[in-house]
T-cell receptor, first 110, second 113 residues
Framework: AQSVTQLGSHVSVSEGALVLLRCNYS??????LFWYVQYPNQGLQLLLK??????LVKGINGFEAEFKKSETSFHLTKPSAHMSDAAEYFC????????FGAGTTVTVRA | DGGITQSPKYLFRKEGQNVTLSCEQN?????MYWYRQDPGQGLRLIYY???????QKGDIAEGYSVSREKKESFPLTVTSAQKNPTAFYLC????????????FGQGTRLTVV
């Protein structure tokens, strides 16, 4: 069985501030973890993924995430928010069948 | 360019009608998936298929049907038995290799009128 929990359905940050989106997972096997971004009325685009190896993963658009097995977490961060980061973000876990969190909507204030 | 194409982008259906959503991929991916997205609920798996002529129910299969006659195509039919079909539907595909990610289409927004 596998599942993810995203803490916080909405996050509001100022432009230039740190973006932190929280994700905790549950998996009976070593997990593959993903972060996706979705803009309104569009599909999902992969930001980054963790499979094996280095626990700090860098993705597109300046995002990164750290896999912490002891905390069963895979939080997503970006040091400096940009207006274009306003979107919905999904954490997912799985191999063939992905289980998605409920999503976190990010708003960026000018 | 390789990718996943969903059509139509917007679809309106009268109550009691069946409607079919198209999903085509040219990525040569083995597995294909249909998800339903509702506000605040994330993505819920409807059906998935790992090989041609085989598919499995996901978490919310009731009121839906699929077929997988070709590797590149995985159409979804929303039947009249689906009580609340208004939603955003996403198709995805994955290459059958360890650690690969899902690729998504642009979605179809279905509205029952």
């Amino acid at each position: 069985a596998q599942s993810v929990t995203q803490l916080g359905s909405h996050v509001s940050v100022s432009e230039g501030a740190l973006v932190l989106l929280r994700c905790n997972y549950s998996s009976s096997v070593p997990p593959y973890l993903f972060w996706y971004v979705q803009y309104p009325n569009q599909g999902l685009q992969l930001l980054l993924k963790y499979t094996t190896g280095a626990t700090l993963v860098k993705g597109i658009n300046g995002f990164e995430a750290e896999f912490k097995k002891s905390e069963t977490s895979f939080h997503l961060t970006k040091p400096s928010a940009h207006m274009s980061d306003a979107a919905e973000y999904f954490c997912a876990v799985g191999y063939y069948k992905l289980s998605f969190g409920a999503g976190t909507t990010v708003t960026v204030r000018a | 360019d390789g990718g996943i194409t969903q059509s139509p982008k917007y679809l309106f259906r009268k109550e009691g009608q069946n409607v079919t959503l198209s999903c085509e991929q040219n990525l040569n991916h083995d597995a294909m998936y249909w998800y339903r997205q509702d506000p605040g609920q994330g993505l819920r798996l409807i059906y998935y298929s790992q090989i041609v002529n085989d598919f499995q129910k996901g978490d919310i299969a009731e009121g839906y049907s699929v077929s997988r006659e070709k590797k590149e195509s995985f159409p979804l039919t929303v039947t009249s038995a689906q009580k609340n079909p208004t939603a955003f539907y996403l198709c995805a595909s994955i290459l059958a290799a360890e650690g690969t990610e899902a690729f998504f289409g642009q979605g179809t927004r279905l509205t029952v009128v």
